[in-house]
């Protein structure tokens, strides 16, 4: 059989796609590596080396799980990843999974809704249909956690720490800021419905701290937001280790790659219909409103004499131990 792994890395955000790449690059090196995504994000950033099978966002329900199943079923892969959905974000692997005893399945456990994985019994139909399970990072208290395969990693990063380019440059010509001035970074990396808002606490926050630097960063510039304030730039992380404080929401990407590099994070914890953001906001600055973000703010930057010293961060990227475990087993 081919030397391909194929990731299944559905999801409207940036996170599973995040995630499926930063374990693609890795693995892109010795072998083909395929990614199934329906991320609008994927047609406008670097695809890592990895192969991108997207599948439009409008496509509809039946036509995206019939598109799966025909990719899927189609493709001749030696290993089969599965992010976060043990059945599929629609339930399509359901009937897919049976058809692949040969090949072994992983399934990437972030933390998701237990009432979700209750009502699908996902606990039986993970244990009969996957080979073993990885937690990339969440800690132990997850709902699959205690099944007997499982494998637990550090969280999964698109960049290395010595990938990083460093801060001033960074600052400078990505930023575009003085890499002397403190910079506050807004993180606008979640639904695009959650944009205004972000739009909105940039403003804000660049009122309160005008002798601050203030950028936002996301894909597209929001409205009433001037440009000279807007970033675009992927991967994230890079622009997240060039930042005094980070403001954004309690994602996977936004709240580990913040840990990672050493960036506080002031979060605010939105609703998701699978993710726990409020619970993996404990591990943040978490607050509730807009007076309650630049309060904080205020006592982060009061603790920074003057802007954050530029070292090189140090960490373990779990996307490399996960990529050795997988290849492995």
């Known amino acids: 059989m081919t030397n391909t792994w194929l990731i299944y890395a559905l999801g409207g955000g940036w996170g599973h796609l995040n995630r499926a790449l930063a374990l693609g690059r890795i693995a892109a090196k010795d072998r083909k590596v395929t990614i199934i995504t329906n991320s ?4 406008n950033i670097n695809h890592e ?47 897919i999974l049976p058809q692949l005893q040969a090949i072994p399945r992983i399934l990437i456990h972030r933390d ?13 139909f993970v244990a009969q249909h996957y080979d073993t399970v990885i937690v990339p990072g969440e800690g132990q208290d997850l709902p699959l956690a205690d099944l007997p395969n499982v494998e637990y990693t550090a969280p999964w990063l698109i960049r290395n720490c010595e990938e990083l380019p460093d801060k001033i440059s960074v600052r400078s010509h ?33 009122q309160n701290f005008p002798h601050c630097a203030v ?45 990672a590099v050493g960036v506080p994070l002031v979060a605010f914890a939105f609703k998701r ?6 619970k993996r906001a404990n591990q943040v600055y978490s607050v509730r409103s807009l007076a309650e973000t630049i309060a904080i703010v205020k006592i982060l930057l009061n ?9 090189r961060p140090s960490y373990i990227n779990g996307a490399v131990q996960a990529a050795n475990h997988i290849q492995s087993y």
Request: one cysteine or more; a negative charge; charged letters at 15%.
């Open 174 to 206: 990505i930023l575009k800021v003085n890499p002397d001035i403190k910079t506050i970074l807004v993180c606008a990396a979640g639904n695009a419905s959650e944009l205004s808002f972000f739009a909105q606490l940039t403003l804000l926050l660049q």
């Open 49 to 95: 080396n990895c192969i991108v099978n997207y599948i439009s966002e409008q496509a509809g329900f039946s036509a995206t799980c019939q598109q799966i199943r025909e990719i899927i079923l189609n493709t001749q892969c030696d290993r089969l990843i599965i992010d976060t959905f043990p059945r599929g974000l629609g339930g399509e692997l359901a009937d």
């Open 215 to 259: 950028r936002i960063l996301a894909a597209n510039c929001p409205a009433d937001i001037p440009e000279t304030l807007w970033i675009s730039h992927h991967p994230g992380i890079e622009c997240l280790a060039a930042a005094d404080v980070v403001v954004g929401g309690a994602g996977y990407n936004t709240v580990y790659e913040c840990a």
């Open 40 to 43: 609008p994000y994927a047609l």
């Open 303 to 311: 603790k920074l004499e003057i802007a954050n010293n530029f070292s």
């Open 112 to 124: 998701i809704n237990p009432e979700y994985v209750t009502a699908k019994n996902l606990r039986s």
């Open 273 to 278: 219909l699978y993710d726990r953001q409020a």
